[in-house]
């Protein structure tokens, strides 16, 4: 295992080369610049560009960044005039962080069962129902599920807060009452996948000729299912968990949008929009390092699933 998991981290150097070059390379040759929106004089442009370096070549500007981001520091934000990009980024990471997890908490408290269920009780209502949750989950993005969900349970029923954000040192219970909404909101079209690759991956598994041959010495259903099959059937269900973790965890513009949570996902938009090049490769870098933790988690947890893999690697 410590191989493997050296070996993944050693494949983030090149990764981190790669993606952090293209889309360096690519910012800067985009038309347009950070300044070019607002009514200034071309003489303070330049100024502001001489600054900040921008008018050096890229590969300069590329190196320069490089030496930066080895000690951690990414930089000032060009369009927040040099107040630096960490002070934006880190809390609002941490904040999209704790939904994104509620969030896939949520999602695979909900999901799993209910594949299971719906692939348990194949072709009965209890499949059928599941499969139109899932369907429902599916269709209705969360644009139109957060704002239900605020009128239901923030307006009418009164029950949970509809915005804003409480840190958890201000007690676990205001904390959490205004996850509860976000997190539904953007768990719920994940709980509905999780549930669809569930049912399928464990009817594949259910086919499989061991379980035949379990159920032929006399193992009840439900055991064969639970301890047998639904152990393989996980397989695919944990490698859909890393690309859905990243993409989680480092923010979601329209949930935070709509309940006015101060997250991460507002800059991977602003920050595109108004050419404010270290925000942009904070982000890229932030988002880069999540897929490839992600991605390890899910190699550690397909050893523990199969441990056959761990004598294949």
Do not use: C
């Not at 609002?92 to 909900?110: E, K, N, P, T, Y």
């Not at 953007?186 to 041959?213: F, K, M, P």
């Not at 259903?221 to 639970?226: F, I, S």
């Amino acid at each position: 295992m410590i191989r493997l998991i050296v070996r993944r981290l050693l494949w983030f150097i090149p990764v981190f080369f790669v993606v952090t070059g293209i889309t360096f390379v690519t910012m800067h040759a985009l038309p347009g610049g950070p300044f070019d929106k607002e009514k200034t004089p071309p003489a303070m442009v330049q100024q502001m560009e001489n600054a900040f370096g921008l008018n050096r070549p890229v590969y300069e500007q590329y190196f320069i960044w490089l030496g930066n981001a080895a000690r951690l520091n990414f930089g000032p934000s060009l369009a927040l005039r040099g107040k630096p990009v960490a002070g934006f980024l880190l809390p609002g990471l941490a904040v999209s962080v704790q939904l994104g997890i509620m969030a896939l908490l949520f999602a695979f408290a909900v999901g799993l069962p209910a594949g299971i269920i719906a692939a348990y009780h194949r072709g009965r209502w209890q499949d059928r129902t599941a499969t139109l949750v899932a369907i429902l989950g599916v269709s209705i993005p969360a644009i139109v599920l957060g704002p239900l969900l605020v009128w239901v349970f923030g307006l009418w029923l009164d029950w949970l807060p509809v915005a804003q954000w409480e840190p958890l040192t201000e007690g676990f219970w205001p904390w959490l009452s205004h996850l509860i909404l976000p997190a539904i909101t953007l768990g719920a079209g994940i709980s509905a996948i999780v549930a669809r690759l569930t049912r399928a991956s464990l009817l594949q598994v259910l086919n499989e000729d061991y379980i035949r041959t379990a159920h032929a010495k006399g193992l009840p259903r439900q055991l064969v299912t639970m301890r047998h099959a639904l152990r393989n059937a996980l397989i695919p269900i944990v490698t859909y968990i890393g690309p859905l973790t990243a993409a989680v965890i480092t923010g979601s513009l329209v949930v935070e949008q709509v309940f006015a949570i101060p997250g991460m996902g507002r800059y991977f938009v602003t920050s595109i929009t108004s050419r404010d090049y270290p925000m942009v490769m904070a982000v890229v870098v932030i988002y880069a390092m999540v897929i490839v933790l992600a991605n390890l988690s899910v190699d550690i947890l397909y050893i523990f699933i199969d441990p056959r893999i761990s004598d294949a690697e």
